[in-house]
């Protein structure tokens, strides 16, 4: 399509190689993308651009993200999703709260990233006159913290408005178990997630005894639930299956930089090693984030999951843990099996 009618997304991340990733990706996707890469310049910047979406991150120099989107929000509707770290999602109802439609958690896919852009851009561009009608049927007071069908207030508890509330705020996007269980408990520590089922059961029987006409809370088989009015579609694409922990899947259009991906992630790893015998660890937490995010975006799946654990668990560890988890990522990408895929995550045989 002409360069002039493609959507624009505004990423505002700090960690370069992530960002040209995700540029990669979302220009690949159709759409044009200007990057800034401290928080401080998103609202000048986004008043000039009128962006479509906002790939925000939440650790900014200069500004973090949710502050970013509390200023947007003063004179802005655009979507923006919100790329936060495991750790970071104990802000994710402040940033629901600051007017954050959606977010990602770090590591994830680009094809995850790349969906979700899209799904807040077709929201923002047709989902207007769908929003009067979940109005007409349910009201979100968060001051008073209650619910309204029909004008009759539903009898929650604190778990079930805080589900609720935030799903029938963010109609049509898709909510996991863990997410949801995030924002049920302040601590969900021990909680497990089908916990999160029994309350979705209930809160769908209160729903049905005043709107039984209405299926509004939608499951979506592996993966979660979707608040919805409307026909009962599945619109969510079936995940590609999960591979062994020692398989890359690598989508092919990342192949020509594949190389020296590996060889700067080798490099890294050094640098964390050095780190671990600093005091303070900022620096090893600092790496170990920053590999997570691109370690994901490439298809490393288990050294992602590695570095998201040196990340969060790392200050408790003894030296000699940390070093083992470095070792661990050496051996990960000396013996793992590179498997190109194609933008649905299905194999190229000979792609090789």
């Given at each position: 399509?002409?360069?002039?009618?493609?959507?624009?997304?505004?990423?505002?991340?700090?960690?370069?190689?992530?960002?040209?990733?995700?540029?990669?990706?979302?220009?690949?996707?159709?759409?044009?993308?200007?990057?800034?890469?401290?928080?401080?310049?998103?609202?000048?910047?986004?008043?000039?651009?009128?962006?479509?979406?906002?790939?925000?991150?939440?650790?900014?120099?200069?500004?973090?993200?949710?502050?970013?989107?509390?200023?947007?929000?003063?004179?802005?509707?655009?979507?923006?999703?919100?790329?936060?770290?495991?750790?970071?999602?104990?802000?994710?109802?402040?940033?629901?709260?600051?007017?954050?439609?959606?977010?990602?958690?770090?590591?994830?896919?680009?094809?995850?990233?790349?969906?979700?852009?899209?799904?807040?851009?077709?929201?923002?561009?047709?989902?207007?006159?769908?929003?009067?009608?979940?109005?007409?049927?349910?009201?979100?007071?968060?001051?008073?913290?209650?619910?309204?069908?029909?004008?009759?207030?539903?009898?929650?508890?604190?778990?079930?408005?805080?589900?609720?509330?935030?799903?029938?705020?963010?109609?049509?996007?898709?909510?996991?178990?863990?997410?949801?269980?995030?924002?049920?408990?302040?601590?969900?520590?021990?909680?497990?997630?089908?916990?999160?089922?029994?309350?979705?059961?209930?809160?769908?029987?209160?729903?049905?005894?005043?709107?039984?006409?209405?299926?509004?809370?939608?499951?979506?088989?592996?993966?979660?639930?979707?608040?919805?009015?409307?026909?009962?579609?599945?619109?969510?694409?079936?995940?590609?299956?999960?591979?062994?922990?020692?398989?890359?899947?690598?989508?092919?259009?990342?192949?020509?930089?594949?190389?020296?991906?590996?060889?700067?992630?080798?490099?890294?790893?050094?640098?964390?090693?050095?780190?671990?015998?600093?005091?303070?660890?900022?620096?090893?937490?600092?790496?170990?984030?920053?590999?997570?995010?691109?370690?994901?975006?490439?298809?490393?799946?288990?050294?992602?999951?590695?570095?998201?654990?040196?990340?969060?668990?790392?200050?408790?560890?003894?030296?000699?843990?940390?070093?083992?988890?470095?070792?661990?990522?050496r051996k990960q990408l000396r013996d793992v099996e590179v498997r190109f895929?194609?933008?649905?995550?299905?194999?190229?045989?000979?792609?090789?």
């Amino acid at each position: 399509m002409p360069a002039s009618s493609r959507p624009l997304v505004l990423v505002v991340e700090d960690e370069a190689p992530i960002a040209e990733l995700i540029h990669h990706h979302l220009d690949a996707a159709g759409f044009d993308v200007q990057h800034l890469s401290r928080g401080d310049a998103a609202e000048a910047a986004v008043r000039a651009m009128a962006p479509a979406v906002v790939v925000l991150d939440v650790m900014l120099p200069g500004l973090n993200g949710v502050d970013v989107c509390r200023r947007l929000r003063g004179f802005s509707s655009a979507p923006v999703l919100m790329v936060t770290s495991k750790a970071a999602e104990a802000d994710r109802l402040a940033g629901f709260d600051a007017g954050v439609d959606d977010y990602v958690c770090k590591p994830f896919s680009a094809a995850e990233l790349v969906a979700r852009v899209k799904a807040l851009w077709r929201r923002g561009t047709h989902h207007e006159a769908s929003r009067a009608d979940d109005g007409s049927l349910v009201q979100v007071d968060t001051l008073r913290q209650r619910i309204r069908c029909r004008g009759e207030e539903l009898d929650l508890t604190p778990q079930e408005y805080r589900l609720l509330s935030v799903m029938a705020q963010h109609p049509g996007r898709l909510f996991s178990r863990s997410q949801l269980l995030d924002l049920a408990y302040d601590d969900a520590a021990g909680v497990f997630d089908r916990a999160v089922d029994s309350h979705v059961k209930n809160i769908r029987k209160k729903l049905a005894a005043l709107l039984p006409e209405h299926n509004l809370i939608r499951s979506v088989y592996g993966q979660g639930y979707r608040f919805e009015i409307g026909p009962e579609t599945s619109r969510e694409p079936t995940p590609a299956p999960g591979m062994p922990g020692r398989v890359a899947r690598v989508p092919v259009d990342l192949k020509p930089w594949l190389p020296g991906f590996l060889s700067s992630r080798l490099e890294a790893l050094d640098e964390m090693e050095a780190a671990i015998a600093a005091n303070p660890r900022d620096d090893l937490f600092r790496i170990a984030h920053r590999l997570a995010g691109s370690f994901a975006l490439y298809g490393f799946t288990e050294a992602a999951r590695t570095c998201h654990r040196l990340e969060h668990e790392g200050p408790q560890s003894p030296s000699e843990e940390l070093r083992r988890r470095v070792d661990d990522l050496r051996k990960q990408l000396r013996d793992v099996e590179v498997r190109f895929v194609d933008d649905l995550g299905r194999e190229l045989p000979g792609a090789g």
